[in-house]
């Protein structure tokens, strides 16, 4: 059964830091594109990053430029998200998400994914 598991979210405090990993069971996350999203009540889906099965091509939202950085270690069948200078507006459930249609460069479209996870909890607040 394929499984992403998101882990790493909790409470921070503005201008405070986490890294979400988003880590893979019964399949191997170097074949697919992985993607992190957001969802925040009452906002739609932001594809927040996304990178390539070699790690050598990442998009990111304007929203989070500069301040998050994705990486995967494929060894460890692992992505990860380094969010540094969080804000209020970055709080919502994080997912990632598995794309095994390979492209050239990955999609922040949420349609371009099939695997998806079931989300941790990011909260930014004093």
């Known amino acids: 059964q394929l499984q992403l598991v998101e882990s790493g979210g909790g409470l921070v405090q503005p201008g405070g830091s986490l890294r979400l990993s988003c880590t893979a069971s019964g399949f191997t996350l170097e074949r697919y594109h992985i993607g992190w999203f957001r969802h925040a009540p009452g906002k739609e889906r932001e594809g927040v990053s996304c990178i390539t099965t070699s790690g050598r091509r990442t998009d990111y939202a304007d929203s989070v430029k500069s301040r998050f950085t994705i990486s995967r270690d494929n060894a460890k069948n692992t992505v990860y998200l380094q969010m540094n200078s969080l804000k209020p507006e970055d709080t919502a459930v994080y997912h990632c998400?598995?794309?095994?249609?390979?492209?050239?460069?990955?999609?922040?479209?949420?349609?371009?994914?099939?695997?998806w996870g079931q989300g941790t909890q990011v909260i930014v607040s004093s």
């Open positions: 998400a598995a794309d095994q249609d390979i492209q050239f460069m990955c999609s922040r479209m949420a349609q371009s994914y099939e695997y």
